[in-house]
């Protein structure tokens, strides 16, 4: 199974720690973000296919052709047009199904195991600020119906955490409406969900790293483990 790794953006947040290093390399724990991603990745995934941007080229650097005895491809995203964009540049080399993460996000090695038992999947988990994130509500039957992003009135506090199991046929739903010029999987993955189920599964593991107080807090997350 390929994994897709979305690694390309400035992690303006996060500075002073991304003036001169991309996110997936701030180190936390006393190891990069990167290393915590791969090592929770299941057995199944033996390809990595990571989207590059900003610094791409330090990311390139650290992980060489093979990471954590997986394959990698680089794909270069030159201009910062969204999370649609970003999965359809690896469109062609897309093979099935494949692990969708971001390279922000530590998640636990048990629950992208438990998503990868499902055809197609989606990881959730409950926040007390839904208004920050994508809120995800069910059908009666646990898979997914909306997707809504950072809504004003959050219909439930169910997040995405942004793990998925996706396959090729989310291909066939095109990108449709821009936000300030980028393309978000929000509304594509909605409309792949009405033609191809996606169960919504639970996570007892995630981490969201996208301030600097983000990364004490998943230390201290990670040292109670």
Known sequence: MQ?????AGK????????????????????KPLLDHIVEALPTAVDELIIVVGYLGGMIEEYCGKEFHGRKVTYITQEEQKG????????????????????????????????????????????????????IVVRNPDGTLGLMIEKPEHAPSNCASTGAMILDEHIFEFEPETPVKGEYYLTEVIERYAQEYPIAVVEEHLW??????????RAETILGAK
């Not at 994994?3 to 690694?7: E, F, H, M, P, T």
């Open 3 to 7: 994994c897709v790794i979305l690694a």
């Open 11 to 30: 992690g303006t947040r996060l500075r002073p720690l991304t003036d001169n290093c991309p996110k997936p390399l701030v180190k936390v724990a006393g």
């Open 83 to 134: 999370t649609a964009h970003a999965l359809w540049l690896c469109k062609d080399l897309i093979k099935g199904r494949f692990l969708f993460l971001f390279a922000d996000d530590i998640h636990g090695k048990e629950d992208l195991a438990r998503a990868t038992s499902y055809i197609r999947s989606i990881l959730v988990a409950s926040v007390t600020n839904p208004e920050k994130f994508g």
């Open 207 to 216: 981490i969201p790293i996208g301030y600097p107080e983000d990364i004490i």
